[in-house]
């Protein structure tokens, strides 16, 4: 009985462990367009990253972000993230926010610890 009782426990603090882990790395969360832009007036973010694609960047963007494509994030190119410290605040937009979403999984999977992904886009911002 005892060892039974030892491996029971075991596997409960396991799994508590293992949600304490997701649930403390999981450091992104979705903003409304009102939210973002409150957040922008006050300077509260340090980057704000536009994840579009080259075509949507050059047909207009928000004076004051980086352009970091979602396409290099996924192909594993971070060179144009070098500069950018990991315990800085991130706004991440796109045309919709899907792209906005994957960007921000793959900042926070890169150790990036405040980043906020925008629900909407750009239209939204501008």
Known sequence: ?????????????GIILTCLKIFLTNDKREVSPT?????????????????RSSNEWNSGHLQQAKFVPVTELEAENYSRLENIPKNSRILVHCRSG????????????LGYKYVDYLKG????LA
């Open 121 to 124: 886009g750009y239209e939204d």
């Open 98 to 109: 899907v792209r906005a979403k994957r960007a921000a999984n793959i900042l926070n999977k």
């Open 1 to 13: 009985m005892p060892k039974i009782f030892l491996s029971l426990l075991a596997i409960i603090i």
């Open 35 to 51: 939210e973002a832009k409150e957040n922008i007036s006050n300077d509260y973010y340090d980057y704000i990253l536009d994840v």
